[in-house]
Structure formats: C-alpha cells, structure tokens
C-alpha cells in the first residue's frame, strides 16, 4: 500500500478516514487521520481503500465535503429495484456508476458508504453487495416498523408515566397495560413477605424480574424490585396504597369473565326451565331471613309451624341456585373455579355474578322465590324425630338482622310467637348436640370493614339470635347428610376427628376462659371432606354436611345438585369418583381463600393498630408461642384481635396487661407492643 492512500477504518463503531503514513512491521501500517492522530492497523482493519489518488490528512475533510451530496438513502431503493429481479451482486463501484453515471473517488466512497450502513435492501457478499429478495426487503421492512413503533409507544408510555407522576388523569393505552400489568405481577411477590418471612433484598434475589419489568423499570431509572415496582404502581395511582396483594397473588379471579356475564344477564332475561315441576308451596308460611345488615347475598331463611298433630315443625328453607344453572355450565364452572364467596374488609368477591346473586338466587323479601326446604320435627330433647326435603316455593315475609332478633327475643315480642319458639327449639338442639359429645370453644372473633379508608372492628359476639341461627343451619346440615346417608348418595360430607384435648385436671390448672379455651383449640384437628358419611366430633353429630349457603360456597351448591336429583327420581349429576375429583379442587381452592381472607385481615389489623400509636389496649396472654424467648400470643380484648407479643419480664397466662404498639408494618406483617405499667396506664388516661 502506498503512501497517501486514503483509507477508511473504524474506531470501536465509527467510521474514520486516514492517510497511510508508512508501514509498521512486516503487515501493519501506521495511518494518520484528520486530526493527526496514528493509528497502527492491520489489514483486516481497513474496510475501504480510495483509488486513484494520493492524500495528506489535511484533504480529508474537503473529500468528505465532496462526499456529502452522494450521501441519499433513499436512492439505493432504486438501485434495488433494477437489481433485484436478476439478483446481480455490485461494487461500490458499479453501484456509483449505477446511481450517479461517476466512478470518481468521491462518488464511489459515497456509494461503499450507503452500501456499507443498509441493513434494508443489500447484504455484503465478500468485497460486493447482492440485493435481498422481495420477501426478505417486505420482512425487515416490516422489522423496521414494528421497532419504530415500540420506540414511539415506549416515549409514549414515559410521557403518560411523568403525566400521572405529576398526580393529573391518565387514560392509559393497550400497550401501558400490558407493561403495567407485567409489573403488577412482580409486585405482588411482596405478598410473599407475609408467607415466608422473608426481606425485601432475599426476595428481590429469590425472583430476578422477568425482561418486560427490568425494561420498564430501566427505562424509568428505577430499581428492579418487587418493592419498586409496587411503589410505581402507588405513585402512578395504578394501584391504591392498600393494594390487596394477596388476592392479586393467589389465583382466585376478582371480575367475571364477559362471557360468564352475558351468560347471566340471559338467565335473567330468559330463565331456564324449572326441572323441579312438583315444587312444594310453602307460600303461606311465614318466612324469616336473619342477617348482618350489609349482607346482600340472602341464602336462607326460618319458618315454625304447628302441626294438626300438635306436633311442632321447624323449617329451615335454603336459596336454591340450581334453579339457574346445570352441572358442567359455564355459571357452575365459574363457580368452582372461585370455590366460594370471598369476604373482606374491603368487601367481598362474589362466587357468581351479582345480578343472579343477590336477585333471583337470593330469599328476596316479599317476592315468590324457589328454596330447597328441610321440613324438621325434634323430640322433646333436640334429636332429630322426623324429616322431609322439599324443592319448594316461599315467599320471605321479614328480612332481618341479628339485632332486631334479638330485641325481638329480649322484649318477647308477642306478634311474632315463631321467633320464640325457634329459639326455644335452637337451645334444646344445642344441649342435645353437647349429650352428644360437641366441643364448644368460645374466643372473641374480630369482624374488620374498611370503607372509604376508614378501618372498623368489632367484635363478634355470640348473642342468642347468632346462635338461633347456627344451629338451624347445622339442623339443615344433619338433615340433608342423613338423607344422602340412607339413600347411599355420593355428597361431600364434612366430618371432624375426635380431638386429644388435655386431661380436665390439666385444664384445670390454667386460667378460665380464653386461656382455657384457647389451650383446647390448638388440639382440635381439621375439619374434613368425605364422599362417605363421617363423625363431626366438634358438633356432636355422626353425619354432617354444609348446604346452607349454595349462593356462597361450591361444596353446598355440590350437595344441592345431588339432594335435588334424587328428589326428581334422576341419578345424581356426579358419582363418587366425579364428586371426589371435584371436590380435590375445590378443597384447594378453598384453602387459598381461607389463606387470602386470613391474611388481609391481619394487614387490616396491624394498619389500624399503626394508627393508633398513642392508644393503650387491654391484653390477656394466652399462650405461649416460644417460652424460652419469652415470646407469647396475645389477646386484645376490645378488638378480638390474637398477636404475638415478646416480653421483657417473666409473664403468666391469663395475666392482664396493658400495652401499645411501638412498630406496626403491615406490608412487612411487623407488629411490636410495649408494655405499659400501670402509672404509665394512668397518665396516659388522664
């Protein structure tokens, strides 16, 4: 190679001229660019040579002035065009003849170079360049464009992102959702944090974020993280600050499907054939449905009724929803997959849609509504003497709540003989229950609502109209298990292995009530499901299943379609390996919505007690979790709330306390309390 020869090189990604100065060995030459710069290359460096003169660095700029007029895109997608259909290769040179009828230096540098930078109509094949094929221009073309387009929404998406940042209204696109979702699904592993007791830094190390969140995040300058993508998601207003990770993480589907909806609205505008034609008119009984106020889902109600005999006749009459759906449609395979209604202080996540749920589904006050009605006759000590099951027809005369009843009760109200003589009758069934070996183990429930971000707890308590009612509902539930007991029908039937509970002189020993209580609950096994009668040794009863509430919960609505198929004379809808099978998943499903409504109470819990740092609680120790690191479970009497405590001094169980909370996280599931002494107590209090 001479001296002067104008050479190109690159330099990392740039493309840079240069005068060969002299050689460096035996294969490397020294070049000198326009700056005056040396650079050592090697052969296989240079990518261009210039011909046909000689250069000093300084003529290297005037050349690539002469350069620049050449210098048009858009004039090789002619080239092509005359090219490609004999799909010839050409040199720069050839190419500068072709475009601009010129082989001058300047003209065929102008040609290596668009040659060189197209990604679009040639491909380098040696020292030429042959035409890509149509189909090959049409797909990169269209490569091209869906990369410009990712651009475009990308800018989009962070224009829309500072919008919402700066706390204005953002009517987000398609294309943000899917990012937003992506980073919702990450976020969501926070919820892990309750599960396993995990940190955010393990957690972040645990679960690496998947490429469409380290884009987005990347993109917005922000840390990867589980955490960092929920606290986006809060700044954006994507997501509120009380965001209900659990139920986002579990599988459990918070809206219908549009097809589950439309299928509804046609039920309700074209209601199916009534398959129970011999339906039983109980119309002229008065019907009582009990309630907490707020319930919308009405799924039972009580009616009482003096017999020609003299006897006296309870009955018990329960939603009937398969009045509105088959087995295997696509309502009752919505409602499998959600197993059952979830409650939480937020509200509930219904198990189908509204519309049918709280209309024709439901015991409608006033209106003619379809039941499946259990008939009971007692004797004179609470035993079941008689019974009968009936699809039938009622018409609900009161819809009342668990206060009115038991004012009801308190004042002896004369107007209404049917409520005092149902309640009469629950006493007697709950001391017959306890001859027969129940366990009653009584301990505060904390009932959690939050509305418009105000947080409420109140405790449960077991008045006489709760208990009125729990012990029709499990009247019901014997009934219909020794039905299905006696006609060999598969049923999910509920059972309970009788518990070790501690020697009574054990018992003795510890402190009466919630301590006592408490001690007897952590030996009272699992409850179970069995297609096979069962003993249920928790309520004293040798058969037992749920199908009270069938609006609310899958297993019910399970007992309902085989109960009801019998009746017609039809084979049950589900064998005992169907019902089996069906009922594994609904088990599980179940499970993870006991976990999901467990856990979002506790959040609620310890974020009501976080904003109440000032406020001293009366406490019981109830047991302990870890003696020797004097870690105890706690009971906060005025909220029926039970929470670990570690202690600074020797405690006893039953030992009342004072405390107040010193550190509550609910995101991290943190509670500490402190104890107050009693001239703290005192002080606080004045």
Known sequence: ?????????????????????????????????????????????????????????????????????????????????????????????????????????????????????????????????????????????????????????????????????????????????????????????????????VNNESLARAYPPPAPVLETMSMLGRAATPQGAWELLVELGWWSLHENLFLRRSAIPVQFASKVLEVAEQRLQYPPIDSDTNRLDLTHLKVYTIDDESTT????????????????????????????????????????????????PTGMVPMFPEVLATGPMSLVQGKVCCALSFGVILDENGGVEDYTIHPSLIKPTYRLTYEDVDEMLELGV??????????????KRKAWRYHQGAISISMPEAMIKVKDDDISIDILDDSPSRQLVAEMMILAGEVAARYGQKHNIPLPFRGQPQPELPPEEELLQLPPGFVRACAMRRCMPKSEMSITPVRHAGLGLDTYTQATSPIRRYSDLLTHFQLKAHLRGEVPPFSAEQLKEVMMTVISTTQELTMVERQTNKYWALEYLRRQPEQIWQATVLMWLREDSNLALILLEDLGLQLPMIFRRSVNLGEQISVKVSIADPRKDVIQFQEIIYQEAQTAAN
């Not at 017999?307 to 009045?323: C, E, F, N, S, Y």
């Not at 003989?417 to 309640?423: K, R």
């Open 414 to 427: 004369e107007a209404e003989p049917e409520i005092a003589a149902i309640a009469s009758w629950a006493t």
């Open 1 to 197: 190679m001479e001296k002067g020869t104008l050479v190109e090189f690159r330099v990392q990604s740039d493309r840079r001229l240069g005068v060969v100065d002299r050689p460096d060995g035996k294969t490397r030459w020294f070049v000198i660019d326009e700056r005056g710069q040396s650079h050592s290359l090697a052969p296989r460096q240079i990518t261009y040579t210039v011909n046909g003169q000689t250069y000093k660095p300084s003529d290297i700029p005037s050349f690539l002035e002469q350069v620049k007029p050449y210098l048009d895109p858009s004039s090789l997608e002619v080239a092509w065009e005359l090219l490609v259909e004999d799909g010839e290769a050409v040199t720069p040179t050839e190419m500068a003849n072709l475009l601009f009828s010129a082989s001058d230096p300047a003209p065929c540098y102008a040609a290596h170079c668009l040659l060189s930078d197209d990604k679009l109509y040639f491909k380098q094949k040696g020292e030429a360049y042959e035409p890509r094929t149509s189909s090959q221009v049409a797909d990169i073309k269209h490569q091209i464009q869906v990369k410009a387009l990712k651009a475009r929404e990308q800018q989009d998406f962070l224009v829309r992102v500072e919008t919402a940042l700066q706390g204005e209204a953002v009517e987000w696109q398609r294309y943000d959702r899917q990012r937003l979702e992506a980073l919702e699904k990450y976020a969501t592993l926070l919820a892990e944090i309750f599960r396993g007791g």
């Open 297 to 344: 889902e009405i799924d039972d109600g009580l009616s009482w009724e003096k017999l020609a005999d003299g006897r006296q006749q309870l009955w018990v009459h329960i939603a009937d929803p398969t009045r509105w759906l088959a087995p295997e449609d696509d309502l009752d395979l919505e409602a499998r997959k959600r197993g059952s209604t979830v409650y939480l």
